[in-house]
């Protein structure tokens, strides 16, 4: 430390340590094998880094189809991991809705069990064209666009609010979301929003949660007005899909580029845990069992969905479904969970009963399905095909593809609406 300015030089402190050229042993020279043997391994790990960062660059715009040859790491075998701390009971102020059933989340989810809020809204599958920078709405009843509008820059999902009554269009790349009335159709000036890869809901409606994947942080927001509230870093690269117990008190988050998971206490606006999952993985999706017992997490480079316990947020196996597992749907009558394998254009079906898969649909002519929702009445899977700038529609008793939609280029996070539930948990269309 140097002294104060005007004040005399302080006087040197004797070292413990020697300087260099005080040592009285001559520094040892590398001989010229030994120093090429260290110039090769810097090189090596150099280039490691460099495809691993290559690799990240690719993924993260997701715009385009995956490289040729795209090589899945090899599995590990699955070692314990500590597990995050569980929270205590919610504060009082915290209050969920209960659950209809509460030996299944998704009760309020039957064929046609449309809340009186969206009853006189039409049917219509609202599509977001990521690279478009357009969102494309579809009637269901004759597969036909029938309405295209500019929004801002990269919309990636289409999002239900919590009391049902607007459409969000997530503007990641154009820092904004665009309101669209269900009723009318009509779409006002985007809100203000930074950095909104995706959009969820508290579960007790206080809050909006806006994934903001770049800014690696999740931030609460005023459900109506968007106002920033709390802005909650993340500390994991690509934060973007998540669902919640059943409780609503805690919400498990994937982190698509660090191959983990993050527990988040919802109430408290806090993270408390974090999951790993395994070396290369890259999750997706994320859905509860509707026993509320178990959590759902497809992993497009482990080409399969993880099964973890929603009580302990133990890890426990990998089951394989197809490659570029991405999104998650459940049946209308909870029995099966849809995974849309989005690089061999398949479909695999597992049953939340056996947690097994019991069949996996192909798409005739292949195809990218990606993400969706099923119709209100169950009969219906709908999925963008992301990198064929199309929607699917699937026969959801035979798995017979109904329609192939042309629609913009890069359709991603698409919304069905109406669907059956009291209130909606956001992303494409989660709802309790």
Not at 371 to 392: H, I, K, P, Q
Request: hydrophobic share 40%; proline share 11%.
């Amino acid at each position: 430390m140097r002294g104060a300015v005007g004040s005399p030089p302080m006087s040197p402190t004797p070292s413990r340590f020697p300087s260099r050229s005080s040592r009285s042993r001559p520094r040892r020279r590398r001989s010229p094998a030994a120093r090429a043997r260290i110039r090769r391994r810097r090189a090596v790990a150099l280039l490691c880094l460099v495809m691993t960062l290559c690799a990240a660059v690719a993924y993260a715009a997701d715009d385009g189809p995956p490289p040729a040859g795209h090589a899945v790491p090899a599995l590990r075998a699955l070692t314990p991991a500590p597990l995050p701390p569980i929270p205590g009971a919610a504060p009082a102020s915290y209050r969920v809705p209960s659950l209809l059933d509460a030996r299944d989340v998704y009760a309020a989810d039957r064929p046609g069990a449309l809340s009186p809020v969206v009853r006189a809204d039409p049917p219509r599958i609202y599509v977001p064209n990521s690279t478009s920078d357009t969102v494309d709405v579809i009637d269901p009843a004759t597969y036909k666009v029938v309405d295209h509008f500019p929004v801002g820059g990269q919309p990636q999902h289409v999002t239900p609010s919590y009391d049902l009554k607007t459409l969000w269009v997530d503007n990641d790349k154009g820092n904004s979301l665009t309101p669209i009335d269900p009723r009318t159709g009509r779409h006002g000036a985007p809100v203000p929003v930074a950095d909104p890869y995706n959009l969820y809901f508290a579960p007790d409606g206080r809050h909006a949660i806006v994934v903001a994947e770049q800014l690696q942080r999740l931030d609460f927001r005023d459900p109506h007005s968007m106002r920033l509230t709390h802005s909650l870093p993340a500390h994991c690269a690509g934060v973007d899909h998540m669902d919640f117990t059943a409780d609503g008190r805690l919400a498990l988050a994937s982190c698509e580029f660090s191959g983990q998971m993050l527990v988040v206490d919802i109430a408290a606006q806090r993270v408390v845990g974090r999951v790993p999952l395994r070396p290369g993985a890259m999750p997706q999706d994320v859905k509860l069992s509707p026993d509320g017992r178990t959590f759902y997490v497809a992993d497009m480079a482990s080409n399969g969905v993880w099964v973890i316990d929603a009580r302990s947020f133990a890890v426990q196996r990998l089951m394989p479904t197809g490659a570029g597992a991405h999104g998650l749907y459940a049946s209308r009558d909870s029995k099966l969970l849809y995974v849309s394998n989005r690089m061999e254009g398949s479909i695999s079906l597992i049953s939340f009963a056996t947690q097994q898969v019991v069949r996996k649909w192909r798409l005739p002519g292949g195809g990218s399905p990606d993400m969706g929702g099923v119709s209100a009445d169950g009969r219906v899977l709908w999925l963008t095909g992301r990198y064929n700038a199309e929607v699917y529609a699937i026969d959801t008793a035979s798995g017979r593809l109904l329609a192939r939609i042309p629609v913009g280029k890069g359709p991603h996070g698409l919304s069905v609406f109406p669907q059956p539930g009291r209130y909606s948990l956001g992303h494409t269309g989660v709802f309790r």
